[in-house]
T-cell receptor
């Protein structure tokens, strides 16, 4: 029973913003939204996370809707090195229950 | 910081043999996770430790799999006996016990059982 729904694949032109959507309509009040990515043949890499406010770091921005039922990861200026599978994960972030359940993710291809 | 270290990077073995995968987490991280990734099943959590104690091993597929963490800087995942269906990439990850609890993944061990 998947907690998140993401498109299977997306393309983005190099230098443009990549907007990756994620639906999590059954999210609970104490669950966070995490984003990871996996570049081919490498281990997943943490990108960003949030609870209900929008977040920004050096890699990306995370926009969470007011009802928290969906979110969007934004890579402001995509490069070829951003080609990867992007995973949106909903999880509790306290105590020992910080398990990540990876779905199928979105294959983002950045085109030259 | 060297990051999470896994060894070996590649392992090819015959069915029935014992396989041991090793992981050194990032110094100071209190949690350690073992994952398995296959094309069919994606990335699955097998087991995770907190302060060297196994917290949840519900993802371990069967009794042929066992994991240990004898100290804060070392963990092993053992498969005995190995089977062809165990062929996968096995990732180890570690995480601090403070926000944002991000997990840092190692480069993985690609296991092939023939």
């Amino acid at each position: 029973d998947a907690k998140t729904t993401q498109p299977t694949s997306m393309d983005c032109a190099e230098g443009r913003a990549a907007n990756l959507p994620c639906n999590h309509s059954t999210i609970s009040g104490n669950e966070y939204v995490y984003w990871y990515r996996q570049i081919h043949s490498q281990g997943p890499q943490y990108i960003i996370h949030g609870l209900k406010n929008n977040e920004t770091n050096e890699m990306a921005s995370l926009i969470i809707t007011e009802d928290r039922k969906s979110s969007t990861l934004i890579l402001p200026h995509a490069t070829l090195r951003d080609t990867a599978v992007y995973y949106c994960i909903v999880t509790i972030s306290s105590g020992s229950a910080r398990q990540l359940t990876f779905g199928s993710g979105t294959q983002l291809t950045v085109l030259p | 910081d060297a990051g999470v270290i896994q060894s070996p990077r590649h392992e090819v073995t015959e069915m029935g043999q014992e396989v041991t995968l090793r992981c050194k987490p990032i110094s100071g991280h209190n949690s350690l996770f073992w994952y398995r990734q296959t094309m069919m099943r994606g990335l699955e959590l097998l087991i995770y430790f907190n302060n060297n104690v196994p917290i949840d091993d519900s993802g371990m597929p069967e009794d042929r799999f066992s994991a240990k963490m004898p100290n804060a800087s070392f963990s092993t995942l053992k498969i005995q006996p190995s089977e062809p269906r165990d062929s996968a990439v096995y990732f180890c990850a570690s995480s601090p016990d403070r926000g944002p609890y991000e997990q840092y993944f190692g480069p993985g061990t690609r296991l092939t059982v023939t």
